[in-house]
Structures are given as structure tokens and as C-alpha cells.
């Protein structure tokens, strides 16, 4: 298909689905199959739908997702690493009115920056965290991370994760859900279509808690990285739906307006 | 009738739209892009499958296909 056709709609027809206006046309810097560009296209659909784009400070992390900035077209700030929720709670507390999110991956959110995500969500700063794990660290060359899983290869444990030695990977969604600021927190999973539509519908609510002042909301997407797992996108694809998600639960696991609490944990907020 | 337009200049050849396609009518062409990826393409002949369930677009990480869907005809008065 030519650009011509593209531009040139068939009378009768209508476009069901485009790239969504806060996305930028421009080839993003991510490999064949990686998923952050799924994230990035649901969060900018997400800001459209919601209508936030004017209002919306996005705090960027360090590793593959530091260039968010390049494909998201909102004000953005690049955070040190692990500590885009100390950013963006000065961010939030400096302008109250603003839509803060910070998009991190597994080695900044869950190794380097896991005090700060930790007290964020237990002072429940008013902010939405998407955290894109695919249990390694893919900028710096595949190394371990703490999600990687049990037995899996890469660059720093050459025979594989081995508990003894290294632990268990961290469920990060299930440690969240217990600190106290945390109004909505959800795992999604990015490897098939209908978990992307779930997954986009928990970010939606992650949003909707912030917009509606009612504390911290916490996304996780299970994500492929086929060039560190060294393989295929399908076949990385087909690891995330095999090993993946046994290991990391998808669903809900805390929802203050399901859960009728809340305004409890509010008191003397906003 | 519905169809799908590929931005050859935006895929990736992941082939992951051809995962999850109901029909299966995505496949990899011959053509190269300048990137030096393999680009994902529907036939002419198979377009007529497609139908507009999006799902190729939903998971395309590059955002490099739009969707277009026939308006339901209207019902007759």
C-alpha cells in the first residue's frame, strides 16, 4: 500500500483505527516485536480519550523508555534512575492541577528506584505509574533484574536465575497493593489482543484515580524483550503467555472504589 | 467490506499482526524497507477476507496499520 492510498479513504468507509494524535509519527527506537510501542500507543489513546494532553507532565525513565518524550507529545520530564517518582511527586506537589504519570521499566522501578515507588505509593502521592516489565534490563545488554525469572539466562547469570543465590523475582503489582496510598493497582499483559484490551482498561482506571484525586494508581504490563531473550517476537510473545504469567498473575489486586473504601484514605488531601 | 493499510516505512517486520489475524491474510513480503525490515502485507486478492476486527492494528507495536470499516448499511424504512 502506497501513502496515496492510505490518505484517500473509499466512500462509504470510515477509520476505524489510526495512531492516536498524542503519538508522534516517527519510527520509535525500538527493536522488532518490542512491546513499549503497544504501551505508548494505549497511554497517548488514553490521554486523547481523557482529554489530559495540555495537562499532562509525563516523567520518562532510564532504559529503553527514556526517549518516551520523542513519542509522546506532552510536557516531559527525564528523571535519574529509579527516581521518577520522587520527580514526579515534585511534579504533582508544585503543580496540583497537572496529570503526572511516570513510565518506568523493570530495572529502574524495581531494582534501582524501589524506595522511591515504595514511599510514593505509601504517602499516595496523586500520580500514575505504568511499569513495563519483561524481567531484564534491555538497554544496557540484557543483564539480570529482579524480575527476571527462575532459571532464565541472561548476560550476569549465564546459567540461569538460580534462587539460592539470586532470590526469586519480585512481584512487584502484589507488594504495591499492600501500601496504604495506593488507590487502584492491576497487572495487564501485553503478548495477546485480548490482554492488551484489558490491560488498556486498568490503565484507564490507574489514570482515572489521579484525575479524580484519589490517590496512587499502579499499572504493570508484562512485556517481551525478543533481542535480550534472544528470541523471535512471536516466540517471546509465546514466553510471556507460557512462563510469564504463571509466574505474575494478571488482574486486579487492589481497587479502592471496587472495594468501597474509598475517601478513607484521603483524609486532609485534596 | 473492510481492509488494512500497512506504513511500510513504519514496520518492523515482527510479524507478530500475523499472530493474531482471525483470517490469516497477513504475511511477510519480499519487500525489503529502509530500515532493511522485511514488511508485513495483505494481498489484493485476500483484502477481501479482512474483517476489520483490528486486532493486527491493536498489537502492531509500531502503530504502522490503520483499520478502515465498511458503515453498516442503514436499515431500509
Known amino acids: ?270 | 467490506m473492510s481492509r488494512i493499510t500497512v506504513s511500510e516505512e513504519r514496520c518492523k517486520g515482527c510479524l507478530l499482526c500475523t499472530l493474531v489475524c482471525p483470517v490469516e491474510i497477513i504475511r511477510q513480503s519480499d519487500r525489503i524497507n529502509q530500515n532493511g525490515y522485511k514488511v508485513a502485507e495483505v494481498l489484493a486478492e485476500d483484502m477481501a477476507k479482512c474483517t476489520g476486527c483490528a486486532s493486527c492494528a491493536t498489537i502492531c507495536p509500531d502503530v504502522a496499520i490503520e483499520v478502515w470499516r465498511s458503515k453498516k448499511p442503514k436499515k431500509a424504512a
Not at chain 1, 519510527?27 to 516485536?33: E, V
Not at chain 1, 503543580?95 to 529502574?108: A, E, H, M
Not at chain 1, 524495581?110 to 502521592?125: D, K, L, T
Not at chain 1, 519483561?134 to 532459571?151: C, F, K, R
Open chain 1, 1 to 270: 500500500m502506497t501513502k496515496a492510498q492510505q490518505a484517500a479513504p473509499v466512500a462509504g468507509e470510515e477509520l476505524v483505527f489510526s495512531r492516536p494524535a498524542s503519538m508522534v509519527d516517527r519510527a520509535t527506537h525500538y527493536c522488532p516485536g518490542c512491546h513499549h510501542g503497544i504501551a505508548h500507543r494505549m497511554v497517548a489513546e488514553l490521554i486523547d480519550e481523557l482529554g489530559l494532553k495540555e495537562r499532562t507532565i509525563a516523567v520518562s525513565s532510564i532504559g529503553c523508555s527514556v526517549f518516551l518524550y520523542n513519542y509522546i507529545d506532552v510536557d516531559a520530564v527525564e528523571a535519574p534512575h529509579g527516581r521518577a517518582p520522587a520527580v514526579a511527586t515534585g511534579v504533582k506537589r508544585a503543580r496540583p492541577d497537572k496529570f503526572v504519570f511516570t513510565y518506568q521499566g523493570d530495572g529502574d522501578l524495581a531494582s534501582i528506584g524501589m524506595a522511591e515507588i515504595m514511599h510514593a505509593a505509601n504517602r499516595g502521592e496523586r500520580m500514575s505509574v505504568i511499569f513495563v516489565n519483561n524481567t531484564v534490563y534491555g538497554m544496557t545488554g540484557g543483564q539480570m533484574a529482579p524480575t527476571t525469572l527462575i532459571g532464565q539466562k541472561t548476560t550476569t547469570c549465564p546459567g540461569g536465575r538460580c534462587k539460592d543465590t539470586e532470590g526469586s523475582p519480585i512481584r512487584m503489582s502484589e507488594i504495591i497493593a499492600q501500601l496504604g496510598g495506593v488507590a487502584f493497582c492491576a497487572r495487564g499483559s501485553l503478548d495477546s489482543v485480548k490482554n492488551i484490551r484489558q490491560a488498556k482498561k486498568y490503565m484507564r482506571q490507574a489514570f482515572e484515580v489521579q484525575t479524580k484525586g484519589q490517590g496512587f494508581g499502579f499499572v504493570e504490563l508484562l512485556a517481551g524483550c525478543p533481542t535480550n531473550w534472544r528470541v523471535s517476537a512471536i516466540a517471546a510473545n509465546k514466553r510471556i503467555t507460557d512462563e510469564m504469567i504463571p509466574y505474575f498473575p494478571l488482574g486486579v489486586y487492589k481497587d479502592i472504589e471496587a472495594d468501597g473504601t474509598c475517601g478513607s484514605l484521603i483524609q486532609g488531601g485534596e
